[in-house]
T-cell receptor, first 111, second 112 residues
Framework: GESVGLHLPTLSVQEGDNSIINCAYSNSASDYFIWYKQESGKGPQFIIDIRSNMDKRQGQRVTVLLNKTVKHLSLQIAATQPGDSAVYFCAETPSSNQFYFGTGTSLTVIP | ETGVTQSPTHLIKTRGQQVTLRCSSQSGHNTVSWYQQALGQGPQFIFQYYREEENGRGNFPPRFSGLQFPNYSSELNVNALELDDSALYLC???????????FGSGTRLTVV
């Protein structure tokens, strides 16, 4: 079966610092990856995505890096703000039918 | 443009009972996926519906079943509830072939 895991279950950062959240995946056939943010009492919210033919993609204050050689994905958040506090999930899929989610990293931003 | 809405938001059921959860997909979306999220875990894929038919299923027993209606809304039915079915049930809609999933806020099911 699929296995998507995260290196750290919790992460605390100072407001204004950069955050890096890591994720490992096991399926070499996965061709699409997404980072989701989930706040308490809400469903996952799309942050940024990347296809397997890319190594890096940037959005507003966020960057996703993909290393296919070691099957590793990371999410970088620049100038972390209190509103970034949430649980972050990476998800991967070899098709559009289903996504395989990791267990999540809880990010806490310290004011 | 409305997002994905789920009802009810919270539900308490007794072991052995049956439950129906409902989902209205985002306008313009024709595919609905259901996920189960246990406390402290990532969402796990239950199944997906497209054109009123099941279009992919995760590792869940047959007592988990679903429906999709002509207006693309969907229901998740769970029979013979077990304590381990306690979880947040998430519905996500998308347009067929597009990875742009929109999740609802979920239904929190507690089985006692």
């Amino acid at each position: 079966g699929e296995s998507v895991g995260l290196h750290l279950p919790t992460l605390s950062v100072q407001e204004g610092d950069n955050s890096i959240i890591n994720c490992a995946y096991s399926n070499s056939a996965s061709d699409y990856f997404i980072w989701y943010k989930q706040e308490s009492g809400k469903g996952p919210q799309f942050i940024i995505d990347i296809r397997s033919n890319m190594d890096k993609r940037q959005g507003q204050r966020v960057t996703v890096l993909l290393n296919k050689t070691v099957k590793h994905l990371s999410l970088q958040i620049a100038a972390t703000q209190p509103g970034d506090s949430a649980v972050y999930f990476c998800a991967e899929t070899p098709s559009s039918n289903q996504f395989y989610f990791g267990t999540g990293t809880s990010l806490t931003v310290i004011p | 443009e409305t997002g994905v809405t789920q009802s009810p938001t919270h539900l308490i059921k007794t072991r052995g009972q049956q439950v129906t959860l409902r989902c209205s997909s985002q306008s313009g979306h024709n595919t609905v996926s259901w996920y189960q999220q246990a406390l402290g875990q990532g969402p796990q894929f239950i199944f997906q519906y497209y054109r009123e038919e099941e279009n992919g299923r995760g590792n869940f027993p047959p007592r988990f079943s679903g429906l999709q209606f002509p207006n693309y809304s969907s229901e998740l039915n769970v029979n013979a509830l077990e304590l381990d079915d306690s979880a947040l049930y998430l519905c996500a809609s998308s347009f067929r072939g597009n990875y742009g999933y929109t999740f609802g806020s979920g239904t929190r099911l507690t089985v006692v």
